[in-house]
């Protein structure tokens, strides 16, 4: 009888290192190109001494080869300050579907006003842009409810000339990948292992889930 369901014996990636290590960049690949990824928004965690934080992002570019992850954030953030002092950034996904997690440790650098931030910027269309063109900063105070726009900003009336304003605001994390940690929840047993792009000797490590 047909079935929608993984069936657990079928999934090249149970027991494969290799197979693993595919499915994970074709998930990312996927996260970035498609919307309906359960993948497509992370959560993205830094910190310095004791304030570490996490926040929801969309996941902009994943490059398997380059070794790295990629979100655009606003330049006024806070998390700016925090990786200029601590470059350790974290990556948690979950595909509800997939039962299957992934825990990405990088080293972030932030690309403000350079090839990669323009590069990205020539792809970030015009309604988008409306969230680089607050007049303060991303959580600084506000009197009462609001946007932090103005109403011609809000209500979409600025020229693309206007919207160029944003790059002013606009940064781009680019993260390389250290080390990825996945675990593949399943009524058979899950399987939990490690990738570790920076031992070349022992990249690949079975876990205990
Ligand atoms: C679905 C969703 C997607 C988001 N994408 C981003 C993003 O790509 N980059 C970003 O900086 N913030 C994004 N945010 C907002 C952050 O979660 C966070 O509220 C904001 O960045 C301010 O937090 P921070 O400056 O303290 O990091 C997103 C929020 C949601 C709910």
């Not at 323009?118 to 609001?146: F, M, N």
Request: aromatic share 12%; net charge positive; with cysteine.
């Amino acid at each position: 009888m047909a079935t929608n369901k993984i069936k657990i014996n079928d999934v090249e990636f149970y027991e494969d290192p290799i197979a693993i290590e595919n499915k994970i960049w074709q998930m990312l690949d996927e996260a970035v190109n498609s919307r309906a990824s359960e993948c497509r928004t992370p959560v993205f965690i830094c910190g310095h001494n004791n304030q570490f934080d996490g926040r929801t992002v969309v996941l902009r570019a994943a490059n398997q080869q380059g070794g790295f992850l990629q979100f655009h954030a606003d330049y006024r953030s806070s998390k700016i300050a925090i990786i200029q002092e601590n470059e350790q950034g974290v990556f948690v996904f979950y595909d509800r579907r997939q039962k299957i997690q992934l825990r990405i440790k990088t080293k972030c650098q932030i690309n403000y006003k350079n090839k990669i931030s323009h590069e990205s910027w020539l792809k970030t269309q015009h309604i988008s842009r409306k969230a680089y063109l607050t007049l303060s900063s991303p959580g600084s105070v506000l009197d009462k409810p609001g946007t932090g726009l103005t109403e011609k900003h809000e209500n979409f009336l600025y020229s693309a000339e206007e919207s160029e304003l944003g790059f002013e605001n606009f940064c781009v994390f680019r993260c390389n990948v250290q080390t990825i940690e996945w675990l593949f929840l399943s009524a058979k047993g899950h399987r939990r292992a490690k990738i570790d792009y920076e031992d070349t000797q022992n990249k690949f490590t079975w876990l205990t889930p």
